[in-house]
């Protein structure tokens, strides 16, 4: 017969992982507090790496296994023919479940005037690094890391698929330099870029349509950053060089403002790594290849 965990048990797990993500982010805000970039950028690779998982379980992967670069479940290891060596230890993340609850109205006392709703709750859940298994040779990864030349047509289509008009200019409305600009529901991009250098910019471009035409306030240069940051997250998971900003601009005084800058940006660069995949596959022929 199987067992279930105890509640104070699955809780006491989840305030361990929260305590672990607190100290991690209370850390990089310190570095970036002393002015120091790197960790942030150290992040962002991992995120690259990790982009299906939210920012805070990035956060925990790399605190607990920081040379880790491809993690899975326990059952999602054995469907691929590998399984966990003896001894490891798993990686903590967080997991959200829907829980129901009953709510009693004021006007009733009565079981069949309560109301039903659902709240979200945490749990913990383990996974493991490729380096913690043993097995079958896994499959080749989907995406032809540093491929730029099948890259860059992959965004454009992501990019008119959501409706947003691209144009390839020869010169970039209201700039002399500039590679590319963001109307909002319209795009420019010089034409006649390398695929790479096309590709950074359209990410970048791309991104500001996702972020910064909803009504939001930031500054110009906390906007800028964020794009730098998006696309920078992108080019490093398909392979491409991407250049670094000074991300210390992100940083707003608290760790809280720093995790939800950093939650939306990898929401954001997650959102435009799957639609690239998507094209990836309908380019190739293959749209069930995603």
């Known amino acids: 017969m199987g067992t279930t965990t105890p509640f104070y048990t699955r809780q006491e797990k989840v305030r361990q992982a929260k305590d672990v993500l607190n100290e991690h982010l209370n850390a990089l805000a310190e570095q970036m507090r002393q002015g120091k970039s ?20 990035v956060l ?36 959200p479940m829907a829980v129901k609850k009953r709510r009693q109205t004021q006007e009733s006392e009565s079981d069949e005037d309560q109301e039903d709703h659902t709240i979200t709750l945490f749990k913990v859940v383990y996974v493991f690094d490729v380096s913690q298994t043993e097995g079958e040779l896994l499959p080749s990864l989907l995406h032809a890391s540093g491929a730029a030349a099948s890259l860059y047509p992959a965004l454009q289509a992501a990019v008119r698929r959501t409706g947003t ?38 990410a970048h471009e791309f991104a500001h349509e996702k972020l910064h035409w909803q009504g939001q306030k930031e500054s110009k240069i906390v906007r800028e950053t964020e794009a730098d940051a998006t696309a920078f997250v992108v080019c490093r998971h398909f392979g491409v060089h991407a250049d670094t900003a000074d991300y210390l601009l992100l940083y707003d005084a608290t760790p809280e ?10 929401d954001t660069a997650a959102a435009i790594i799957a639609a690239i995949e998507q094209e990836i596959g309908m380019l190739s022929g293959d749209p069930d290849n995603v």
Do not use: C
């Open 38 to 57: 790197s960790e942030l950028l150290r992040y962002l690779e991992f995120a690259a790496q990790f982009h299906q998982y939210s920012f805070r379980n």
């Open 60 to 95: 925990l992967i790399l605190a607990q296994k920081p040379n880790a670069t491809r993690v899975a479940g326990l059952r999602h290891w054995n469907q691929l023919g590998r399984h966990v060596k003896p001894g490891e230890k798993g990686i903590m993340i967080l997991a």
């Open 165 to 202: 008009v691209l144009d390839l200019v020869e010169h970039v409305p209201g700039s002399a330099s500039a590679h590319g600009a963001s109307f909002g529901e319209r795009i420019a991009v010089l034409n006649g870029l390398e695929d790479a250098e096309g590709f950074r910019t359209l």
């Open 257 to 266: 403002v720093l995790l939800t800058r950093m939650e939306t940006i990898r």
